[in-house]
């Protein structure tokens, strides 16, 4: 197994100033590639703490990723940590010197002093093009690991790592077929109450099963070597059957794109009316790709959920629009649905236990309860139904 680890660097993200989607994206393509991360650490703008990790993790890992620290300013110390890693000095890099003075050229400014610190590399590094942005990366082998440095903005990180660093991976190392990962999202029932039952089931060798909670979902993930893929599809229909009328959608595909593309293929239009989510379910299926004929957005106001139901036929009938789908507001603890479809229009009224949370968390959960009605009338179930922890207190 080949151990490849990343290193973020900076301040922010320490802090938590700013999220870390590079590792999340790293971590997904060395995944795609049969590279799966061994781990990831962050460290801040010290120039020891940087050293000490470098010279650490170079003793352990067989390939490092560092990200961040090459821009023009003080706190970027990427260069200098490297290179007193290695016990080596820094020296500018001419051909990249000509190409950041060319870029700034080019847009009629003169480039500040400062921009040349971005064309010095360790002496010895081999230099990776990055061809988006000003600052160079490089590669250095520092005791059994070989270190890629590269910069923080995500879209030269990106561009780096699928030209210049996969392309060296592949040719130096005889990377292993890439792992499959089978998954399966869940909606209404807890954690806990899912891996009681899946627990016990006997796992493939060399097969691991995971789940990941995110409020109103809980996510199954079944991961392990590709030459056990009958196996595992024989665990996971066994998982299948567990989860039950639980499961909204399989795969990477989430359910709004899985909504989108149905109503699509069955030729049907939509139009959306809300008041507690406030348009986050118009938000979710119009970036999915949905068309919608109309949306709009209410104040709260009490209903009945006879009334839901007729102004979600008359919503329908005014746009012309084959399917209509209401949230309505919040009473209390309770709160109104209607769905008018060609079959006719379905409406319930739920109360759910969700005080603990926070607003958004509790918009999120009501759209995906939203959502999961018009995925039961495209199935053909039962569109009107109880999850787990949310009771169905009224139907229409």
Known sequence: MIRVEMLATGDEVLHG????????????????????????QTVGDSLPELVNVLTERSKIADVLIVNGGLGPTSDDLSSLAAATAAGVGLQIHPEWLAKMEAYFASRGKPMAPSNRKQAEIPVGAEMLDNPVGTACGFAIQLNRCWIFFTPGVPSEFKTMVNGEILPRLKSRFQLPEPPLCLRMTTFGRGESDLASAIEPLPLPEG??????????????????????????????????????????????????????????????????????????????????????????????????????????????????????????????????????????????????????????????????????????????????????????????
Request: glycine fraction near 8%; proline fraction near 3%; include cysteine.
């Open 207 to 396: 097969v691991v099963v995971g789940y990941r909670a995110s409020m109103p979902i809980i996510e199954l993930k079944l991961n392990g070597p590709a030459d056990k893929l009958a196996e595992m599809e024989q665990f996971w229909q066994q998982v299948r059957e567990i989860a039950g009328d639980s499961v909204i959608f399989e795969g990477l595909e989430g359910l709004p794109e899985q909504l989108a593309r149905r109503l699509d293929e069955r030729e049907l239009s939509l139009c959306v009316s809300e008041q507690f989510t406030a348009g986050l379910l118009q938000w979710q299926l119009v970036s999915a790709g949905a068309k919608l004929n109309a949306g709009n957005v209410l104040p709260n106001r009490p209903e009945s959920l006879k009334q839901l139901a007729e102004r979600s036929r008359v919503l329908a009938q005014e746009n012309d629009a084959q399917v209509a789908l209401i949230v309505g507001g919040v009473e209390e603890d309770t709160l109104g649905f209607a769905l008018n479809t060609p079959d006719g229009v379905f409406a319930q009224r739920v109360k759910f236990n969700v005080s603990r949370h926070g607003l958004k968390a509790r918009q999120d959960m009501v759209a995906m309860l939203a959502l999961n009605m018009l995925r039961r009338w495209l199935n053909g179930q039962t569109v009107t139904t109880g999850h787990g922890w949310i009771d169905v207190v009224e139907t229409l």
């Open 17 to 40: 100033q700013i999220v870390d989607t590079n590792a999340a994206w790293l971590a997904g393509v060395l995944f795609e590639n049969g590279l799966p991360m061994t781990s990831r």
